[in-house]
Structure formats: C-alpha cells, structure tokens
C-alpha cells in the first residue's frame, strides 16, 4: 500500500511539474475538487477525446454525435429522476466535524476484507507454487471462507440500504462494523441523510423555485430530449446511437483522490436507441467493444476488469463498471447501463410531447430502449498516465546506470509526437538548420523545437512527456542531410534521411494504428 501510495504521490508532483494538469485558482490557494488542465495535459486530453469520438462516431455509420447545452429546462431533471433520486448518503462524525459517505466508509470497509482474503491467497500460493489451485483453496480454507461470507453479508445489506434510501439501516450498518472516522478514529456518528448532487443556480432575474436551473449533473439527458430532432434530421433507423462529449458537475460530499472524482468533470457518452426486448444483446455488444476499445491502447487486461453493480440507478434494468486497477485500487472507470425506456417514456409524460419511433418492420410506434456507454474523459486520463508513467533503469551517454522518468503513452495519444533538437544551441547552422525542419513538419503533427539545456537533459525531458521521436540535427546533418532519429522506448538512434522523417513519425503516430491493432 505504502508501495502504491507513493507512485500516486509521484503521479501528482509529475502532472504538475510537466504541466499536464493545476490544482484549479492555485493562488487562492485552490479550489478543492476542480483541477485546470496545462499544456501536455489538454493535448493528452484532447487525443483521448478524439480517439473516443473517431472510435464511436466516425467508425460507427449508426452512431451520430451532437453537442448540447450545458443548461437545460428544470424539467428536464425532474423527468429523469435527479431532483427526487440523485442523492448521496452523507455522514458527519461529530468529534473530527469530517463528512463522508456513508456508502463509501462501508465500501472501505469492505475493501480491507478483499485484501485480507487476497492477502491470504497470496501466501498460500507462494508456499505451494506451481501446484496451487486458488479456486479450491477459495473454497476451502476457513478463513477465507469466513471473509468471504462476511464480505457477501455486508455487501447486501448495503446494496439494500441504497436501493430502498434506508438510512437509518445505513447507520447501523456503520455502529455495528464499528467503523471509525479515518482522520480521528472517533466513532461518534451523526445520523446518515440523503444530500442532493446537483448544483443549481439562477436564471436571469427571476427570483426562488421558478428562475432556478441546474448545471446537468450527466450530459445524457441533452440526447434523450433531442431524440427526435436527431433521428429525423440524420434519418437514422433503429438501432443507433447519438455520442457527446461535454462537462458535467456534481457537488460531490466527499471528493479526493485527485482528478478521479470532481465537482466539475467531463463525460464522454452514447446512448444507443434499440427495439424494446433487445437490450440485453446490445448491452452485451457494448460490453465487449468497450473493452476492446481499452485494450487496444496498450491497458493490459489485468488491469481492467468488469464489476456489475449490486445497486442499481434509478434508470437501470442492468449496469456494469469497467473497473481500472488506479494507483489506489481497482475503481469505475466506465459505466455501460441499460436504461430501458425510463428517460424517453418519462420525458414524454412530462413534456405532453409524443417521443417515439415508427418502426416500419414491426409497422408500429414505440418509445425505444436504451444502451449507454458513459466513460468520464478525466478518469481516462488518470487511467492513462497512471498505466504509462515509469521508472526505468537505462544505460546513460557513458554506459553507466541511470534511473529515467519516461510517460510510455500510445503515440497515437502522446501531447508532442516528435521534438526537433540541435545538437548545440550556440551554432547558428545548426539551429537555422532545425528550424526548417521543424517548420516543415509542424503542419502534420504536434512537433515540439528546444533547444536550451545539454542534448541528454533534453531527451530526458522528451522522455517524461511521453514524445515518441526526438530528431537531433548535427554536424553531419549539414553535409548529408540526414538525422538521428531516437525512439522514446527502446532508446534505439538511427540515421535517415530529412525527407523520411514526416512518413516515419506520422505513420507511428496515426490514430489508425488503434483501429489496426484490432
Ligand atoms: N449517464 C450515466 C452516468 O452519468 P455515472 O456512472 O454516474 O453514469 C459515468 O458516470 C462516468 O462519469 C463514470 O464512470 C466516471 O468515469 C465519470 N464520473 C462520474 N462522476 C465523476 C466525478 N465526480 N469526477 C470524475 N468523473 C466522474
């Protein structure tokens, strides 16, 4: 765990020191839970963005994308649920005046279990090797039994407790696991109370309930009330889906963990429209191509896996989290829910308005079901950089050991795809000479000219931003027209030709070579 803390740690300090993401108005000291993207981070942010957006939208011929406001009619948001049910169980401790909650003190809970049973797992493997069978010894050993069973009671009474909002069962869950404030160790609880997420403001000068609007908490919902604008305009037949990109905002009780959980995010989401009855065939369509997508930049199947929700959202017949293995444990990356036809059917019935689909197969009309896909575009950068940023040890210019910070990020979404380097700084051949070769790339891609610092320090400072090719023009640049080309992974240097390098970088660094890869 220290192990772990400590990578987060270092996580942190390189996201600031290379300018991929602040703390947001740092000189007031910070905005607790709001965080501004730098320079490296928009363009990692943006990559992934576009590699969602190309992946969803332009390789799909029944997915279309739209972008809505970030404010909508109030109805909007009592229609879908989210001023009665978007709530969180919130819990103070009465000692330390620390707020939590109170799912999360009981998820902890349950976190220390798992380990305690991993724990356990991993000894015994250790101890009989080759010959280990972790499925029977799961099954089998007493302690793990007992954790097991323990975990499965404690884990049901709290699904319980938050599907029927049953707070009061909610705090005696947290008494009888004599759970303790984590900063005090105190065990004095007040009472556990729903907290609604959505923030709100005024509308122009119209004063109380009438002028109050929210900032919406999911950008869903901007799909479900343009359902029909879309489907006639973009002459969609079911199935198909509409994709957006855009800010959502959630007053969340407890937010830490860097940018895993904000007060203000983004989201990128599709909802697929499909015949009612087909949902589960879709949803698990939606499943597997996600994954996919995941997989295909280099996150490793260990570290993702799938986790179906023991409480339902008030929308679901069916949800599951694509659940990534962050420096701080595995934790929902991504949601694929089945929606049914909760958002449509009820935005007709409030609305007054008819919101359905004329099926001409089935020759009848109906309110379409729905799959979502909703992955928040600040945890996929968190996701990223925790799986791409590394220490390696390298021999250094004299052969000798040296421990080097490299960000192995896919080309395709590393911030700079290549740096023009001069050998030196001070000769004016040299840097004339870089200058034009910068000036003739830079068009094709993000390319990055420095020349300030040795050659090595400069490779080292590529290396931490994730570029994948540093081209370095010296002397026998100028009598050959030909580069050293270096590769930010296996640190291999070759000679080519100047007219190469744009072929070499942008074939490495197109986008394509995600879809290839499949
Ligand atoms: N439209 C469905 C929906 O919003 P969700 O599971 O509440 O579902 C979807 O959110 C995704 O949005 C999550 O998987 C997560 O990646 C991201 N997300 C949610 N709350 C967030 C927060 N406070 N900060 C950062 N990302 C968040």
Redesign the pocket.
Known sequence: MAGQDDKFKKLVAHCKEYGFIFQSSEVYDGLSAVYDYGPYGVELKNNLKSYWWKSMVQMHENIVGIDAAIFMHPKTWKASGHVDAFNDPLVDNKDSKKRYRADVLVENYLDKIEAKINKEVAKAKKRFGDSFDEAMFRKTNPRVVANLEKHETIAKRLANAMRDSDMPGMKTLIEELEIACPESGSKNWTDVRQFNLMFSTQLGNIAGEEGKLYLRP?T?QGIFVNFLNVQKTSRQKLPFGIAQIGKAF?N?IVARQF?????E?E?M?MQFFIRPGDEMKWYEYWKAARMKWHNAIGHPAEKLRFHDHDNLAHYANAAV?IQFDFPFGFK????I?SRTDFDLSSHQELSGRKIQYFDPELDKNYVPYVV?T???C??MFLATMSHALQEETVPDAKGKDSVRTVLKVHPALAPVKCAVLPLLRNKEELTEKARKVYNNIKHSFNCQYDEKDAIGRRYRRQDAIGTPYCITIDFDTLEDDTVTIRDRDTLKQERIPIGQVEDIVRNKVDMKQLFLED
């Open positions: 999911e869903a959630r969340e940018i895993f959980r904000m007060r995010f989201q989401e989290d929902e990356l991504e949601g829910h979502e909703s992955i928040g600040d945890r």
